[in-house]
C-alpha cells in the first residue's frame, strides 16, 4: 500500500460542494483514473481518502491538501499525476502530487493555520475599514462562541491587512488550534461587516 498526497484548485465548479460529496467527487475521479484506492477494514469499509482541511460551503481554495492510500507495491508518481491530469475534472485543478510515509500523522493533525483572499461585495468607506482593523487588532480578546462553547477569536488572528479597495478586499492568517479554528467570517463579523456579502477564497494551508 501506498500514500500520496495532492496540492490542488478547488475551482468555481466545486463552491457549492459539501465536504462528504467532495469525497465522492474525488471517489469516481480515482475510479476514471482506474486508481486502486484502498479500504478501510470493519463492517463499513471506507475508502482511505483523508482531507487535510475540508473547506466550507461557498469557499475555493488556491491549494488544498488530500492524502489518498493505493493499493500498490510501490508508487510510480508520474504514472498516477498522468492518470489524473489527462482526465478533465471539473473543479478540480491539479498542482503537485507526491508520495508521503503510510504511518506519518494524519494531515489535518498538521494544519497550523491557513491563509484566506477575502473579497467584500458591499460598498464600504475604506478608511472606516482601515480604521475598524487597527481597532480589532488592539483588542486582547474577541470572545465568541460555537456550538455552546466560548472561545477567544483574537489569538486566532495572526495577520489581517486590507489589499485593495476597488473591491475591498482583505488577506488573512488565521491560526487552527486543538478545539478551536479562526474562520474568515467570523472576523468580518468583529469588523461590523456582513460575511454573507463576501467570497472567500482559502490561498493556502500552513503545515506545521
Sequence with gaps: MVRIRIHYARTESLRYVGNLDMHKVWERFLRRAHLPVAYSQGYHPQPKIQQACPLPLGFLGEDEIIDIWLTLDQAVVLDIAHALTTLEQP???????????????AMMTQITAAE??????????????????????????????????????RPLITSLQLKSI?????????????????RPEEVLTELGLDPL???????RLLVG
Excluded at 91 to 105: F, L, M
Design 166 to 182: 476597488q473591491p475591498v478586499e482583505f488577506e488573512m492568517c488565521l491560526s487552527a488550534k486543538e478545539g478551536a479554528t479562526g
Design 91 to 105: 473543479g478540480i485543478q491539479i498542482h503537485e502530487i507526491t508520495q508521503v510515509a503510510t504511518n506519518d500523522p
Design 116 to 153: 484566506y483572499r477575502v473579497i467584500y461585495l458591499d460598498n464600504e468607506n475604506r478608511h472606516s475599514i482601515s480604521a475598524r482593523i487597527e481597532h480589532l487588532l488592539a483588542e486582547e480578546s474577541l470572545l465568541r462562541e460555537k456550538r455552546g462553547k466560548k472561545y477567544n477569536l
Design 197 to 203: 456579502a463576501a467570497r472567500y477564497i482559502r490561498t
